[in-house]
């Protein structure tokens, strides 16, 4: 476990950066030992964790500081999409059980994914992946002949249209390449995750870690895969570096798909 002088600089610098949200210490500290429980605490983002783990306890002056801070984007981002105002109010329903309902008897996904300075990003990943989850339960989103899903885009996104129709040529190559630039544990998590359907729990056995920190590798290789096959689509597209967001509704829908087949390949190999 994490020295009380560990987990005090925590609620020291969560306490600075969230200074207008009262939580109820003891128990926000119990969670910030439980996260770090494993972890490099230096090498954490102080304010993600406290943040998370303010939430983690339910207090809803840390859910508001948490929704103001990474939700007010999310509106947007899905509306791209061609979700209706009521659509995107349901995705983001989805999104709060998600991120802060613990499951059996686990830490809530918020934990997980909190410390590494990237939360925003996969706070975002998350209601788009919801986003197109829903989409494919109403029939909306459909896999064409070369395996890729036709995306609705909103009528009033001429540029996340125009990227459509030309992602799909450079889409494989981008995918395998970043496939290739992942670490090979980072390629172990995916494969047991995503490709055998391996359980948190069994993650975590495999590697001898809390399921927490199982979760959060699986959660990090992930963002990186995404991240890194945004900057090969947008090299290789021309995208401006500002528009690089605006892949992401062509990435995800097609991330997982892509990778349990290259997975699978890779494993037949």
Not at 144 to 166: M, N, S, V
Not at 171 to 197: H, M, P, T, W, Y
């Amino acid at each position: 476990m994490p020295s009380g002088a560990v987990v005090d600089l925590i609620v020291a610098e969560g306490g600075r950066v969230y200074a207008d949200v009262m939580v109820d210490e003891p128990a926000v500290r119990t969670w910030i030992a439980r996260r770090l429980d494993g972890e490099d605490a230096a090498a954490l983002d102080a304010g993600e964790v406290f943040l998370a783990c303010a939430c983690a306890t339910g207090h809803g002056g840390a859910l508001a500081a948490f929704e103001r801070r990474y939700f007010a984007t999310l509106p947007s981002a899905l509306s791209r999409l061609s979700l209706a105002a009521d659509d995107v109010a349901e995705v983001v329903q989805r999104l709060r059980v998600r991120l802060f309902v613990a499951e059996d008897g686990g830490a809530p996904r918020v934990v997980g994914y909190a410390g590494t300075g990237q939360l925003g990003g996969l706070v975002r990943v998350a209601a788009i992946r919801l986003g197109l989850n829903l989409l494919r339960s109403r029939g909306r989103l459909v896999a064409g002949d070369d395996g890729f899903e036709d995306i609705p885009i909103a009528d009033d996104d001429p540029a996340l249209a125009r990227l459509k129709t030309q992602y799909r040529g450079a889409f494989k190559q981008a995918f395998e390449d970043a496939i290739a630039g992942l670490d090979g544990r980072e390629r172990s998590l995916l494969n047991l995750a995503l490709v055998k359907g391996l359980g948190i729990d069994k993650v975590a056995v495999v590697y001898g870690v809390h399921r927490a920190t199982a979760a959060r590798w699986i959660a990090q290789a992930r963002a990186n895969l995404t991240r890194a096959v945004h900057a090969l689509l947008a090299t290789r597209l021309g995208v401006p570096r500002g528009q690089v967001d605006d892949l992401l509704p062509l990435v995800e829908s097609q991330l997982e798909l892509s990778l349990e087949r290259l997975l699978r390949t890779r494993a037949g190999a």
